[in-house]
């Protein structure tokens, strides 16, 4: 597959680089608002936030940090002299800036407590953890849909901020931006994958979504933060199906390929049943919170 699709590689990254976002972290920010944590220590009061925002701008940070261990692993499936190779090198070159300029906006705008967040950076870091596809159908089924999950939770994240916090919500919707550019690559990589093998690529595919998780599991508290984040709407099952799932597999069309295995059939008849599982859990979901909800008179 590799070499088959290599022609793919390179004609869907051209096509990212005649479409460049130039952006630059400096420019996003306005350094006369920031102040000295020695003079005045933060205070929970500096921004206010609820719980499930606070967990989510922390979760996607660190998440952001941990970039070069991503890099790592993506680049265990680049042989040398392969297209991908370039690829992966810009897509770490972007990818890095983000850490950046959410890193200056936070301290900025105060709206993380800055020991708390660089606590769990060291924390994270030191354990390196990343999700590891075994093989280049698991990468690119996996990275199509965590860049879209990621460009989902930036996204609304921005959209909790208050409004007045017009250089948040911009810097959360350059970084959803270059998500949005990322996902499109892997998602049109692994259509043409699709077209190579279709039988790998739906074995892949119900792997990777049955197992799928957020990265940032080497967060501390990363469970709490999770929970704390799907109860604010940000993302949580609901988004993963509606946002990231749906529309993904029916680009991918999974449900009409033709002349696959018999471990690809059954591999498909696996993930009918693991979405229709989904499927009941967000409604029942959804039920409960709207028993829960107050009455309006």
Avoid at 142 to 152: C, D, F, G, H, M
Avoid at 163 to 180: F, M, P, Q, S
Avoid at 223 to 229: D, F, K
Avoid at 269 to 297: C, F, G, N, Y
Wanted: glycine share 6%; charged share 25%; with cysteine.
């Amino acid at each position: 597959m590799l070499c088959e699709i290599a022609p793919d590689v390179e004609r869907l990254y051209n096509r990212h680089l005649d479409a460049p976002r130039l952006w630059f972290p400096h420019e996003q920010i306005d350094w006369g608002q920031g102040e000295s944590f020695t003079e005045r220590p933060w205070c929970e009061s500096d921004y206010p936030l609820s719980a499930g925002v606070r967990s989510s701008i922390y979760v996607n940070l660190l998440t952001e940090d941990n970039l070069p261990y991503y890099t790592s692993s993506l680049l265990r499936h680049a042989p040398k002299d392969h297209p991908i190779l370039d690829w992966n090198h810009q897509w770490t070159m972007e990818e890095n800036r983000h850490a950046m300029v959410m890193r200056d906006w936070v301290h900025i705008s105060r709206c993380i407590d800055p020991t708390l967040l660089e606590v769990g950076r060291r924390v994270q870091m030191s354990k390196g953890e990343v999700p590891e596809p075994e093989t280049f159908a698991d990468l690119i089924a996996y990275v199509s849909l965590q860049e879209r999950a990621t460009q989902i939770a930036h996204r609304n994240t921005g959209a909790k901020l208050p409004k007045d916090d017009k250089t948040g919500r911009n810097v959360l919707g350059l970084i959803a931006g270059d998500e949005t550019k990322h996902y499109l690559f892997y998602r049109d990589l692994t259509l043409a994958a699709f077209a190579i093998d279709p039988s790998t690529m739906m074995i892949a595919t119900a792997k990777q979504i049955t197992a799928f998780a957020m990265p940032g599991t080497g967060i501390p508290a990363f469970t709490r933060h999770a929970v704390r984040i799907s109860r604010e709407g940000i993302y949580g099952l609901g988004q993963f199906l509606k946002d990231v799932v749906t529309p993904v597999l029916g680009l991918w069309d999974v449900d009409h390929l033709a002349g696959l295995s018999a471990e690809a059939e059954k591999a498909r008849a696996s993930l009918d049943a693991v979405l229709a599982k989904i499927t009941e859990s967000v409604e029942r979901m959804a039920q409960k919170a709207a028993s829960l909800a107050p009455v309006v008179a």
